[in-house]
């Protein structure tokens, strides 16, 4: 399972970054949302935020 964290606020990027972490299920800071497994789409989306998200294994 992956756990994804919002950190950072989207306030400021541009809106395919925004529209990337509202796809995520993220809305405010530290709100999470975990996901069963890595698949390659998920991949994407989290490379595309790294700098907004905190990732964890769990």
Not at 46 to 51: E, G, S, W
């Amino acid at each position: 399972m992956v756990k994804v964290t919002l950190v950072k606020s989207p306030i400021g990027e541009i809106k395919a970054v925004k529209d990337t972490v509202a796809a995520l299920g993220l809305k405010k800071i530290r709100s999470s949302n975990t996901f069963d497994a890595m698949s390659p789409t998920l991949a994407g989306q989290l490379k595309k935020v790294a700098h907004l998200v905190k990732v964890e294994e769990i």
